[in-house]
């Protein structure tokens, strides 16, 4: 007798052991289902896209029009109008470039923001200053639908600007 009494509590210790694998087996099912969910979740979300900086746009200073639109596969922004005319009149040219042969360049249609591509909430790409002759890396970005953030970087020091729709 007593070596059955043993074998049946024996023979019920091992159904507890199998009822808790089963809820461990349960348990990390779930949480296999849970992360499953999670990273499909994550996947099927959209990136936070930028607002699009297309349109015409008048500088912080008053005195151009660019109009900024698609340029192959990025997005690039062309002086569309002069404000304020230059000192050569419309027909100024690109004097303060560094580059003899690109001097000769009309300002008028002249690319200032070249080679930018959406990145998340912004816009990245490069800023050419026509004043200075110089070309910086830039970052735009839609603060609203009537205003553009314009940042001019070197290294890490950054100028800022506002740039307004223009009516």
């Known amino acids: 007798m007593k070596g059955s009494i043993e074998h049946c509590n024996l023979a019920a210790g091992a159904d507890e052991y199998r009822a808790i694998d089963l809820e461990n087996e349960m348990t990390m099912r779930l949480a296999a289902a849970a992360t ?3 990273a499909l979740a994550t996947i099927s979300t959209p990136a936070l896209a930028a607002d699009s900086i297309a349109g015409r746009w008048v500088t912080a200073e008053k005195d151009a029009v660019v109009s900024i639109g698609k ?7 062309r002086i569309a109008k002069f404000l304020v005319p230059p000192p050569d009149g419309v027909d100024q040219r690109d004097i303060n470039n560094p580059d003899p042969r690109l001097q000769t360049r ?5 690319p200032v923001l070249f080679k930018f591509t959406e990145d998340r909430d ?6 050419y200053d026509p004043k200075s002759g110089k070309d ?11 205003t553009l953030e314009v940042k001019g970087c070197i290294g890490p020091f ?3 600007q506002f740039w307004r729709r223009a009516r």
Request: hydrophobic share 30%; charged share 25%.
């Open 36 to 38: 499953l969910t999670a």
């Open 71 to 77: 340029c192959g596969e990025s997005t690039c922004g």
């Open 106 to 110: 009309k300002l008028l249609g002249l």
């Open 122 to 127: 912004l816009w990245r790409g490069r800023i």
């Open 136 to 146: 910086y890396r830039s970052v735009v970005r839609r603060k609203n639908a009537d």
């Open 158 to 160: 950054c100028q800022t």
